[in-house]
Nanobody, 125 residues
Framework: QVQLVESGGGLVQAGGSLRLSCAAS????????AGWFRRAPGKEREFVAGITWNGGNTNYVDSVKGRFTISRDNAKNTVYLQMNSLKPEDTAVYYC??????????????????WGQGTQVTVSS
């Protein structure tokens, strides 16, 4: 059982930056692809970014391309989401997730086995 804990959320002005972290309880996390999702008020959960087990491939939703960067440090069992040029529409609870295998970086929720509790990101205009 992999436990995931997100951190790094907060309140930031539009145009600002935040870096989210997702720390895993098990070293086996390094064997899995990982992803970030978000849920804005009144909206469905949305895929944001994914990364393979070794960081060799990444994937992003179009709305964050060029602004967000997903990365990982397997020595620390941690995945990151660097968010730059934040917009009010990025306001949401952000969740990290561990995929069922090493290579999946897509948006299908049922491909992810473990989820964190989420961290709130609020971008003011």
């Amino acid at each position: 059982q992999v436990q995931l804990v997100e951190s790094g959320g907060g309140l930031v002005q539009a145009g600002g930056s935040l870096r989210l972290s997702c720390a895993a309880s098990e070293r086996t996390f390094s064997n899995y692809a990982a992803g970030w999702f978000r849920r804005a008020p009144g909206k469905e959960r949305e895929f944001v970014a994914g990364i393979t087990w070794n960081g060799g491939n990444t994937n992003y939703v179009d709305s964050v391309k060029g602004r967000f960067t997903i990365s990982r440090d397997n020595a620390k069992n941690t995945v990151y989401l660097q968010m730059n040029s934040l917009k009010p529409e990025d306001t949401a609870v952000y969740y990290c997730a561990a995929a069922s295998g090493p290579y999946y970086v897509g948006p299908r929720v049922n491909e992810y086995n473990y989820w964190g509790q989420g961290t709130q990101v609020t971008v003011s205009s």
